[in-house]
């Protein structure tokens, strides 16, 4: 059974950063495309970032681009999201997701999603 572990998040003033991390456990296929969607309430779910092993694939949402940076993690399946600039708009909850990898349907928020993290929480003070 697929695990998606997070951690990560927190509070923090405009301007400053954060950091998740994002860990699938028992992932058995070779290629995946990992990454980040958000929640705030009242909000639709927004996907944010994303990538593919090998980081052959990435996607970034207009309104994250230029201040948050997906990259690998050290085990394979494991990513990074690295949030700089915050903005009070950032609060939400952030959630991991992961499906297998294919070409032919890329790396980013659409389509389905097989496995999902439990979810942290991004607090951004002004």
């Known amino acids: 059974q697929v695990q998606l572990v997070e951690s990560g998040g927190g509070s923090a003033q405009a301007g400053g950063s954060l950091r998740l991390s994002c860990a699938a456990s028992e992932f058995t296929g070779s290629s995946s495309c990992m990454g980040w969607f958000r929640q705030a309430p009242g909000n639709p779910r927004e996907g944010l970032v994303f990538?593919?092993?090998?980081?052959?694939?990435?996607y970034y949402a207009n309104s994250v681009q230029g201040r948050f940076t997906i990259s690998e993690g050290n085990g394979k399946h494991s990513v990074y999201l690295q949030m700089n600039n915050l903005k009070p708009e950032d609060t939400a909850m952030y959630y991991c997701?992961?499906?297998?990898?294919?070409?032919?349907?890329?790396?980013?928020?659409?389509?389905?999603?097989?496995?999902w993290g439990q979810g942290t929480q991004v607090t951004v003070s002004s």
């Open positions: 997701a992961a499906r297998t990898y294919r070409s032919s349907q890329g790396c980013n928020p659409f389509g389905e999603f097989d496995y």
């Open positions: 990538i593919s092993t090998g980081g052959i694939n990435t």
